[in-house]
């Protein structure tokens, strides 16, 4: 089992930055693409961007220029900085992972976070 714990939510202005994080942890063999997907109320679940293993990267057309995804594979960890936020930002974060199990290497099962709030003011 895998957990994923976001971090770095809250209250901005819009223009302003923040840094988003998601720790992994549990019993896994590897982390392999890992992403940040967000949702706002009324709205469906939408990919923001991810990162390979290899640190091929992709981002939406809503966000490209102002979000930048890292990773950090000692830590297990993944991070959001987003910069020159704007009010359309403001949603729910959710740090995805996709993972091999140690007990079955076969698949990749894909874990979620519960997810930090995000929320831009103008």
């Known amino acids: 089992q895998v957990q994923l714990v976001e971090s770095g939510g809250g209250l901005v202005q819009a223009g302003g930055s923040l840094r988003l994080s998601c720790a992994a942890s549990g019993s896994f063999f590897r982390l392999n693409t890992m992403g940040w997907y967000r949702q706002a109320p009324g709205k469906q679940r939408e990919l923001v961007t991810f990162?390979?293993?290899?640190?091929?990267?992709n981002y939406a057309d809503s966000v490209k220029g102002r979000v930048t995804i890292s990773r950090d594979n000692a830590k297990n960890m993944v991070f959001l900085q987003m910069n020159r936020l704007k009010p359309e930002d403001t949603a729910v974060y959710y740090c995805?992972?996709?993972?091999?199990?140690?007990?079955?290497?076969?698949?990749?099962?894909?874990?979620w976070g519960s997810g930090t709030q995000v929320t831009v003011s103008s």
């Open positions: 995805n992972a996709r993972v091999l199990l140690r007990q079955d290497r076969s698949n990749e099962y894909a874990y």
């Open positions: 990162i390979t293993n290899s640190g091929n990267t």
